[in-house]
């Protein structure tokens, strides 16, 4: 339990550092992007915690933690809650980002005032959630990636399990209208008019196929890829697994990354210090 307390410190630390670049210009968005705006700091108190991750304030406000998807199984849901449960006692920071959500609430850099416990990156770092843009373009806190890598180096939570292959039919289907994280070699990119279709199986075979909608294929082409890129490599994607003719997600801009040894950083203090970039 006290390298766990540690490790948290540690990884709130870094955020903290990062966090207060961002205020210090006023949350300059990433990219140029208004949905990663953000607001002035404040203290509120956490009173209590939704089933999908849902943090009630104790001024009557409602939060979601910004870059962060919350888990779809029972288990980790479950311990993702109790694990923002025991800061209930806590005093809390809450930086706003963008626009509240569809159901009216804030999406927010949290942390706990006494600790420098960054609610997101505590809860990615114990693989209790992934990090994820949900419905924004881009993830406003890329240097969360990082802590999630820490935690599947290290198999924690979510990743004790390997993920499941993009070429993996059978398993895929397991997962259908869940979120998921997949790897795999991508075999063909296909552009069309409205939509791009990344393939992982030969046609007819029984893979993952993830759709690209035109406006985020332009995103991901601005980030320097293209199919010419992007075929022949390994590739991670991740989103709500739906089954059509076979296992296909629709994937954001940040929802793509193309992996290679430097992208699977060793768990440790480096990978820490990555955050301050």
Known sequence: MRGTVGAAKRIGAALLAAWATVTSVRGAPRGGVADCMAGPARAEVLAGVGLRGEIRLASGGRAVLDSLRWPDAPEPAAAARGWLEARRVSGL????????DRWGRERADIQVAEGDTDLAGGLIGEGLAFADANEADSLCRPALRLVEAAAQAKRRGLWREPLPAATDGPALRAFSGRFVVVEGRLRHVGERGARTYLDFGARGADALT?????????????????????????????????????PTLEAGADAIEVLSEADRPEAGPETERGLRR
Not at 93 to 100: A, D, E, H, L, S
Request: charged share 25%.
């Open 210 to 246: 993830v759709t690209v909608s035109k406006r985020t294929w332009r995103m991901v082409r601005a980030r320097g890829l293209s199919a010419a890129s992007l075929e022949g490599r390994t590739v991670r994607v991740r989103g709500i697994l739906e089954i059509w003719r076979g």
């Open 93 to 100: 920071t809450v930086m706003p980002r963008g626009q509240p």
